[in-house]
């Protein structure tokens, strides 16, 4: 439980946040693009708001085992405890055990703000036991926000239920409009007693996911689509679901990379279906408009994933770990979103005093791309050497725009750096100019710089926006000298 954030940990640590009160936006939507009543539901929703992912955690409870239809890409029996993609889960749980789970979970992380049900299989084939699980956290926890996410052929049938069960969020995987498309996706679907396939199965189930999406939006609920980026099958095809989602008023889009390892067993794994480069799937986020929000944090969780996105805990509250569970004392989830209400508007603050110096560097520099090392809070608070993911930032005249995070294994272990792992990281550091550290060793710096990458460890806790802009600042500085 080491990792759980204390409250404590959202206050600036060892070194006070940097004098540039310099630079930053968000490329996330914050509460100037939307109604007040919007805002109020997503601000503490991780997944929903990206700047809300680096202070509040989420939970899934592996309730919903069983699923209504394939997808090429899903293999629920494998399972590993540190692999981090949907449909996979530890354990099972009826809805008694997921009550203890969220009960202690809650207990020991006042960062939890939202309990979802995402699987192993679909949230609503066996929607029952999905439905009893939110009613009984409701009991004891009434200050969570529940979401759910489903692959759509039951939706249409439970819109009344997850209006009545306070659901505000919901998750749809559509990963095609086309059923021509579709039927390269999903091989079959069990739908009213019956299988189906090939593209009469996409059909349906297409027809069903939009059917779905509609019922939900018409009774306000914030819908969320995520679309598995398949090379080759659906690549062509992105903008096109994007076309059709904005129509209907979802919320937010989120593109996700296939994840395919003939490891996993699953039918594209095993055919050589590769997934998208971080390039290529750039390339298609930055595609899209409209009115829907473009996602770029997810971390395509597991089943019982717990914890902050880019922090898996899961491991950490299995059953058998649970204890006694204490009755549910909302108090510290109170006072931790106080707290992070004063530490977003300071570092709003912040970010826009230093966004206002930038565009006088910006015409000789223009925009550079680099990573942080942070686990969450907003601040660079990470050792290189701890890094198991970095969250990359583009930075330009207009400001600081989180772009995406890539994952990798960390390089210290246990005092020593592993030289294999710096070649992964590396290679996942591709196209980044410097990376920012609260503190890196010599020999992992030299690393770095032959490769063309800065380490900046100037910056230790400050917000990331502020030190990235103040080190621009100073990379436009030291142009100005060296062509004075
Ligand atoms: Fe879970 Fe999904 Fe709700 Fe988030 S996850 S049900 S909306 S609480 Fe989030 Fe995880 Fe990405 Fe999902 S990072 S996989 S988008
Ligand atoms: Fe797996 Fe989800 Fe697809 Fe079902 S809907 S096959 S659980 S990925």
Redesign the pocket.
């Known amino acids: 439980m080491s990792q759980v954030i204390a409250l404590s940990a959202l206050k600036a640590g060892p070194k006070p946040a940097s004098g540039c009160k310099s630079a930053s936006c968000g490329s996330a939507k914050g509460p100037g693009d939307m109604p007040p009543e919007v805002w109020a539901r997503v601000k503490e929703h991780?997944?929903?708001n990206e700047e809300a992912h680096h202070y509040f955690a989420?939970m899934?409870v592996a309730v919903a085992p069983a699923c209504n239809i394939q997808c090429n890409y899903c293999n629920r029996k494998y399972d590993c405890a540190n692999e981090s993609r949907?449909g996979v889960t530890s354990e099972r749980l009826t809805p008694e055990q997921a009550v203890r789970k969220v009960t202690a979970v809650a207990a020991k992380m006042p960062q939890l703000s939202?309990l979802?049900?995402?699987g192993p299989g679909d949230a609503l084939f066996d929607a029952d036991k999905t439905f009893e699980t939110f009613e009984r956290v409701r009991a004891v926890l009434p200050d969570l926000r529940f979401?759910?996410?489903t692959n759509g052929l039951a939706l249409p049938d439970n819109i009344d239920r997850i209006v009545a069960a306070g659901i505000d969020?919901v998750?749809i995987t559509i990963s095609a409009v086309d059923p021509e498309i579709g039927a390269k996706i999903y091989p079959w679907i069990y739908f009213q007693g019956k299988r189906h396939t090939g593209v009469e199965a996409a059909r349906i189930l297409l027809a069903r996911q939009i059917e779905g999406l509609e019922g939900l939006v018409a009774k306000g609920v914030l819908v969320?689509v995520?679309t598995v980026l398949i090379p080759g099958i659906n690549d062509h095809h992105i903008k096109a679901v994007n076309d059709e989602l904005t129509k209907r008023g979802v919320f937010l889009h989120?593109v996700?990379p296939l994840i395919s390892d003939p490891a996993h067993g699953t039918a594209f794994g095993l055919s050589g279906q590769r997934g998208p480069t971080p390039a290529e799937l750039s390339a298609v986020q930055d595609q899209l408009g409209g009115s829907a929000g473009v996602?770029r944090?997810?971390?395509?969780?597991r089943a019982d994933?717990v914890g902050l996105?880019g922090e898996d805990l899961s491991q950490d509250f299995t059953l058998d770990k649970l204890g006694d569970i204490a009755v549910p004392d909302p108090e510290p989830r109170r006072l931790y979103r106080e707290v992070v209400e004063r530490e977003r508007a300071d570092r709003q603050a912040a970010a826009r005093s230093a966004t206002a110096g930038l565009s006088a560097s910006s015409s000789s520099l223009g925009a550079r791309r680099v990573a942080v090392c942070t686990k969450g809070g907003g601040r660079v608070n990470v050792h290189f050497g701890h890094a198991t993911e970095f969250q990359i930032f583009e930075i330009d005249g207009n400001g600081v725009r989180f772009t995406g995070h890539r994952k990798v294994e960390n390089y210290c272990q246990g005092g020593y750096g592993e030289d294999e792992r710096m070649d992964g990281i590396l290679a996942a550091l591709s196209g980044i100019e410097a990376v920012f550290v609260s503190k890196i060793g010599r020999c992992p710096k030299e690393d770095l710089a032959k490769a063309g990458i800065a380490a900046i460890d100037a910056y230790p806790f400050d917000y990331i926006e502020t030190a990235i802009a103040a080190w621009y600042a100073e990379l436009g500085v030291q142009g100005t000298r060296l062509t004075a």
Do not use: E, F, I, W
């Not at 944090?297 to 969780?301: G, L």
């Open positions: 991780p997944c929903y989420r899934h949907p939202v979802g049900v995402a979401c759910l996410s969020h998750t969320k995520n989120n996700l996602m944090h997810c971390r395509q969780c994933a996105l």
